[in-house]
């Protein structure tokens, strides 16, 4: 049996360079907090609460009854290649041949595959901060170094072409691109992409790996584009990242997949099929759906996002010392809650930082929200507002009530 110092020389070095996601430790915090009785609003969680749309679900119904039950190749079957391809001509105007399509089992894994084919030890990574939490953890895995480079709300929380030209050097192998982003929900225009191209275009040593995973959540006519497609020149060292999970209510069915250079497809199957192999042949099948099939329903969804994010924009516009941004996609917003740092709350906390205000917050009123640190930038904090616009607007008046509550 291990005792516990056994057990940690047991486990890898490797290991000591990452944490685990904050948002999944917050999620569970307030599970706990809900089974004990506590009355949780979670506004943590990353995810759709709609459904996934009944055609695709029937597609998967039909994939186990038609036998689709086996090993498929590695980085996708040809038919949801075609779907892929198919997508990013529709929709992105990019030509990608199936062989430099990849598909594997969530866009987290599209992610870890070309991060760990790339990165050596010594390479370094430019993130723009706040970013998705898992960005700079695979980088680290891969034994990289994470560049991080912080927005600012003032800018719209948007990477500016200076701050991109002085992060390079001659180690930077990628730089992570996220429009519309997760935590912020900011989304950069045409022409806010073609100015850091123009950087990009200047340094031929470095790589884009763009994350479009929130391209069809979007707002009040924002026109999406993405890298590849702004700028042609950058396409034979970009990987165009999409995915089901969002746009289609498909989390839990892990379908991710890109558009990149045939090498670094080769590369990244290499590496899949020594982990995971295929991703689910279910749920592949599914995916064929969900690209091929009716779109019509994220319009209609997309509408109830926006009126949510509207309600939440308003409640949180009344709050003194909180500050919001407008996103123009995804369904989170960040807010700044500088105003608030070094008051004390109703239950006696000082609110040192974001991380102790997410904490009072959740412990004092029972929302559950992810502090900004855990993305890389404070003081502010994340809220999805993926949920009912009753549970929106409920916790908006806690929040208010706590906040009204600070000396
Ligand atoms: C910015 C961003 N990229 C990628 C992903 C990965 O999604 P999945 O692995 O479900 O495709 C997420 C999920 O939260 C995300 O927020």
Redesign the pocket.
């Given at each position: 049996m291990f005792q516990p110092g056994a057990t940690m020389a047991f486990l890898s070095a490797t290991l000591e360079r990452i944490r685990p996601s904050p948002?999944v430790a917050i999620t569970q915090l307030a599970r706990d907090l809900k089974a004990q009785g506590r009355d949780v609003i979670g506004l943590a969680a990353?995810?759709p609460d709609f459904d996934t749309p009944a055609h695709i679900r029937e597609a998967a119904k039909a994939a186990i009854d038609a036998g689709h039950t086996r090993y498929t190749p590695v980085d996708g079957i040809p038919e949801l290649k075609a779907a892929v391809a198919a997508k990013f001509r529709r929709d992105n105007g990019l030509d990608y041949a199936p062989e430099e399509i990849s598909v594997a089992?969530?866009?987290?894994?599209?992610?870890y595959n070309a991060l760990m084919a790339t990165l050596e030890a010594g390479d370094e990574v430019i993130i723009p901060a706040p970013?998705?939490v898992?960005?700079p953890d695979i980088v680290r895995l891969a034994g990289a170094t994470p560049v991080i480079v912080e927005t600012r709300l003032e800018d719209g929380f948007r990477l500016r072409p200076e701050a991109l030209e002085a992060a390079i050097t001659p180690a930077t192998k990628w730089l992570i691109f996220?429009s519309p982003?997760?935590?912020t929900g900011a989304g950069y225009s045409r022409a806010q992409i073609a100015a850091l191209a123009e950087v990009l275009e200047r340094h031929t040593h470095v790589w884009v790996l763009s994350?479009d995973?929130?391209e069809h959540i979007r707002y009040d006519g924002f026109e999406f584009a993405t890298p590849a497609e702004v700028a042609p020149a950058l396409k034979e060292r970009t990987l165009t990242?999409n995915?089901?999970?969002?746009a289609y209510a498909?989390?839990g069915w892990?379908?991710?997949y890109c558009g990149a250079p045939k090498p670094l497809v080769d590369a990244m199957r290499k590496l899949q099929s020594q982990s995971t192999t295929n991703p689910c042949s279910i749920a592949q099948w599914a995916a064929v759906e969900a690209l091929n099939g009716p779109q019509d329903f994220i319009a209609t969804r997309n509408k109830a996002f926006r009126n949510r994010r509207d309600l939440v924009l308003a409640e949180l516009g009344r709050i003194e010392g909180i500050d919001c941004p407008r996103p123009e996609g995804?369904f989170y917003v960040f807010p700044s809650i500088a105003g608030l740092i070094g008051k004390r709350s109703r239950g006696g906390t000082e609110i040192t930082d974001d991380e102790t205000f997410a904490r009072a917050l959740l412990e004092e009123t029972g929302v559950a929200v992810v502090h900004g640190a855990a993305f890389g930038l404070s003081p502010f904090f994340r809220i999805s507002y993926a949920t009912s616009s009753a549970l929106l607007a409920e916790a908006c008046a806690r929040i208010a009530d706590f906040c009204a509550g600070l000396r």
């Open positions: 948002t990353g995810e089992t969530g866009g987290k894994q599209v992610i970013y998705w898992s960005y996220n982003s997760n935590p994350d995973i929130y990242l995915g089901v999970s969002k498909m989390t892990r379908i991710g995804a």
